[in-house]
Each structure stands twice: as structure tokens, then as C-alpha cells.
């Protein structure tokens, strides 16, 4: 596949850009907090905003396969780091919840995670980003071979309760998390059909010589 | 904003005030937006004059009262209140106003009335929040107190704030505010008051009758099933993100003295 693919020696540094790149958001954010450039209640707006950029960056990550599938555009190589800095957008999100927000009184803490759905939901995923961002690595994928795959089916059910969590901590929904609810929703929903598409497309592709048939490599 | 004149009353706490900016930038009033600076941002257009306020229901004498008569006829105190939002953030405002039981007694209720309801604008044309694909609630506003509570000295109706006319995203021409009672409560732009024997509707217990209910007191001991009531963050306390630590919730906002007797013999968990 063709499509936006660089140079394999530009592939390298355009994946340490997109890191940079996706963590400015949250540098910037945090830069407003400073200043007192976030509104009256800026701990309030800098947690929401990266919860927010986590939930973009889930997306994205989920995004990256059908893109392949259904336009042919090819951004494998940037799924890992999407699907990182959707974890550290969830940790810098957490930390602010544990120490700018609640100020790190655990008796609230607990009470909150024990007694609100939302927050349940929102520590469920990050424990289960913690196994997919350490498995991250090369050696992990070699490792764990087809395991690795299972592990990581993981992220459908995280994007599930991410934005049920963001849609849940509202008083009202709004046309926010309604379009984020779509997203994810589509996003999951393809996965149901996948096989389908596959099948069509290779059915398309072992088609006797028509015009439009392409070579296969 | 005007300036409106008012005469210092005894009500007035010592904690520092909430700045105006903040109090005017940071609101609720979903009718203008979700955001919580849209009301800001949406509600210059919002038009207050003229602006009457029908007042009827169970009274002797219902009438139509213009706002320019409220402003003429009721004295103008200045009240400063804490005021403790239901998602846990608190600011502390120099409201101008006068009781609404001066109100009351211009109409005379009848001794069958029981509450006092409340009612917001409806003008989708000037309020982006009532028209559109989504919208958080089911227009009008309406709230409601138990006529004991609208007696209340601490209750009233607002016409200003810090010195000032109220600016349209915190309510104008003319707002409740009931001190002891999360923000939610102090319904905005009202057009009618009307006296009833039933229990009036009010539109968050509508919206979610498990998380908001009628009474919706300041209670650091009922948790809403979204956010502990027993702390919270005054807005301003911190100069960007550090330095704001969460302050303990009190008992009917710090009013219990005045208003606890109000609920003697009730479960406010239960009429929470």
C-alpha cells in the first residue's frame, strides 16, 4: 500500500514528531495553567482537557485500521505511538484527579472510586492501558506473539469505558460527548464487520482478470 | 452594567469576595450554552428591557410587576453569600437585592398557598441553549421553594451584583438567590412567580430525579452520586493551577444558624 507511506528513512523521525506534537497540547495546557490563562476554575480545565486529548488519541489509535482497510491509507507505524500518548494523557489526567483536585486525601479518593460509576470506569481503564503500554515494545510483540494480539483486543473495552466515563461525569450530554460517543461507537462497531470487509476485499482481489485488478505482492 | 445603589445590610460575610471577573466569566445558565463561559460569550444580545415579572397563583392580588417597578418600589440591600455550585465549586458574591417576601406580601398568598414557583424566559431567538440538536434540559427553567423558605430573610431576589445591574449570564433583569441551597436553585431571568399548593416541578428534578431533588440543601453529608458534597473548590483561591485547596463544605453553606430550624424533623437524606 502506497497511500502517505514516507520514506522508510523519514519513518523514524516523523513518529518522534507526532510524539511531540501530540504532548503539546497538554504542555500548553499546562503553560495557560500557570498563568492563569484557564478560566476561573483552571484545575477543573486542565483535568477535563486531558482526559479530553486521552480520549482523541484512543480514537485515533482505533482509527488507524479501518483507515487501511477502507481508504488504503497506511499509519500503522504511528498506532503505537498514539496509543502511548493516549496513556500518558491518561496518567497526566489521573495525577491532577489525585493531587491538584482531590489534594491527595485518600479518604476522598477511595470514596469517590467506590461510590461514583464514572470514576469506576475511568480507573478501569487505565488499569487496563497499564498492560498495553508495557507490552509496547518490540520485544513484547515478539515475545508474546499471537498473545500480544489477544492483549491488546483490550482497547476496544478501554475506549468503551473511556467515553462512557466522559459521558457519565456530565450533567447533560451535550453535543461533545455525542459526537465522541458516535466516534467510539462507529470505531467498535467496524470491528463487528471486519471480517466481512476483508473477506469482500480479498474476494475482490482473487476476482478473474477484470480491469481494475491489480497485481498482488 | 449600571451602577445600583443599595444599602448595606447585615448580611454580609467577612470572607473575601469572589472576583467580578470570575463571577462573571464562570456560570451556569445552560440556556446560553453548557460551557461555562457561554453564557458570557452568548447572552450580550439577551435584551432585559422592557421585562415584566407575572406574579399570581394563589394570591389575593396577582399582578404584572415591570421591572423598572421593582427597582422603584422594593429597597435594594447588598447581600454578600457564599454561593456553593451542586459540582462542587464555590464563589463568594456581593449580590444586590431585596427579600421575596417583600414580594409576597405585595401580592397577599392565601393561606392555601403551600410553595412558590418559579420560571425563566423563553426566547430561543436569543438563547443559543434553547434551540438546536441538543439541548441539556426541557425549556422553561422552573424551580421552586416551600413558601416558608421563600419567606426566609436570606431569601432574595437579585437585581445586581457587585455595585452593578446584573449582567445578562448571571440572571438579569431578575434572579433568586437562596444562600443555603446549591446554585442550581437560584433560577435566572425570571418572568413568572406563581403560588400553588403542590410541590412546583423543578427542571434539574426532572432532568434526574436521583441526583437533584426538590430540597437540594447545602449538605456536606449527602453525596450527589456524581461529585462528594463534602468539599469544595473556591473559585479564585488559586493563582493558576497550584495553591487551591479544597475547603470542607458546611451544613446548608455555613447557614445552618439561620435556616436549620426550617427542616427540624426532616430526613435531608432522603429530602435531599
Not at chain 1, 478501554?158 to 461507537?185: C, D, M, N, Q, R
Not at chain 2, 422603584?72 to 453569600?81: I, L, Q, S, T
Not at chain 2, 434539574?204 to 440543601?217: C, H, K, Q, T, V
Amino acid at each position: 500500500m502506497a497511500g502517505l507511506a514516507l520514506p522508510a528513512r523519514l519513518k523514524p523521525a516523523s513518529v518522534w514528531t507526532l510524539y511531540a506534537v501530540g504532548l503539546l497540547p497538554g504542555l500548553y495546557a499546562f503553560y495557560l495553567g500557570i498563568f492563569g490563562g484557564l478560566g476561573a476554575d483552571p484545575v477543573r480545565a486542565f483535568e477535563h482537557l486531558l482526559g479530553l486529548w486521552a480520549l482523541r488519541f484512543l480514537c485515533l489509535g482505533l482509527a488507524v485500521t479501518p483507515l487501511r482497510d477502507l481508504l488504503g491509507i497506511n499509519l500503522i507505524s504511528y498506532r503505537r505511538a498514539l496509543g502511548l500518548l493516549a496513556f500518558y494523557y491518561v496518567l497526566a489526567h489521573f495525577t491532577v484527579y489525585l493531587t491538584l483536585d482531590r489534594g491527595l486525601i485518600i479518604s476522598s479518593i477511595l470514596g469517590d472510586i467506590a461510590k461514583r460509576p464514572y470514576i469506576m470506569l475511568g480507573m478501569a481503564g487505565l488499569l487496563m492501558l497499564i498492560p498495553l503500554a508495557a507490552t509496547s515494545n518490540r520485544w513484547s510483540i515478539r515475545r508474546l506473539g499471537q498473545n500480544w494480539n489477544r492483549l491488546h483486543k483490550l482497547v476496544y473495552a478501554i475506549a468503551a469505558v473511556a467515553v462512557l466515563h466522559y459521558a457519565l461525569s456530565l450533567k447533560a450530554v451535550t453535543a461533545e460527548p455525542a459526537f465522541y460517543i458516535a466516534v467510539v461507537t462507529v470505531l467498535l462497531a467496524y470491528r463487528l464487520v471486519r471480517p466481512k470487509v476483508t473477506e469482500w476485499k480479498r474476494g475482490r482481489r482473487n476476482a478473474p482478470a477484470g480491469g481494475s485488478a491489480r497485481p498482488s505482492v | 452594567a449600571a451602577a445600583l445603589s443599595a444599602s448595606p445590610s447585615r448580611y454580609v460575610l467577612t470572607e473575601k469576595p469572589t472576583t467580578k471577573e470570575d463571577a462573571t466569566t464562570y456560570n451556569n445558565f445552560y440556556e446560553f450554552g453548557t460551557g461555562k463561559s457561554d453564557p458570557v460569550a452568548n447572552s450580550g444580545s439577551f435584551t432585559t428591557r422592557p421585562w415584566s415579572v407575572e406574579v399570581g397563583g394563589l394570591v389575593a392580588k396577582p399582578q404584572i410587576i415591570d421591572i423598572e417597578t421593582i427597582l422603584k418600589d422594593f429597597a435594594m440591600e447588598e447581600r454578600v453569600y457564599r454561593m456553593r455550585c451542586v459540582e462542587a465549586w464555590s464563589m463568594v458574591i456581593p449580590w444586590i437585592g431585596f427579600p421575596l417576601s417583600a414580594l409576597l406580601d405585595r401580592v397577599e398568598p392565601l393561606g392555601s398557598a403551600k410553595y412558590v414557583a418559579f420560571e425563566t424566559v423563553v426566547r430561543p431567538e436569543e438563547m443559543p441553549g434553547q434551540s438546536g440538536l441538543f439541548q441539556p434540559l426541557p425549556w422553561p427553567y422552573v424551580d421552586g421553594l416551600r413558601l416558608d423558605e421563600a419567606r426566609h430573610p436570606l431569601t432574595i431576589l437579585a437585581t445586581g451584583l457587585y455595585g452593578e445591574t446584573l449582567p445578562n449570564q448571571n440572571g438579569a433583569p431578575l434572579r433568586l438567590v437562596v444562600p443555603w441551597k446549591y446554585g442550581f436553585k437560584g433560577i435566572k431571568s425570571i418572568v413568572r412567580i406563581t403560588l400553588t399548593e403542590k410541590e412546583p416541578p423543578c427542571s434539574w428534578n426532572i432532568a434526574a430525579p436521583s441526583e437533584y431533588g426538590f430540597y437540594a440543601n447545602v449538605n456536606p453529608a449527602v453525596d450527589h452520586p456524581r461529585w462528594s458534597q463534602a468539599s469544595e473548590r473556591r473559585i479564585g483561591e488559586a493563582e493558576g493551577l497550584f495553591g487551591g485547596a479544597r475547603i470542607a463544605t458546611l451544613p446548608f453553606n455555613g447557614y445552618a444558624d439561620e435556616v436549620a430550624s426550617l427542616y427540624a424533623g426532616m430526613d435531608l437524606a432522603k429530602s435531599f
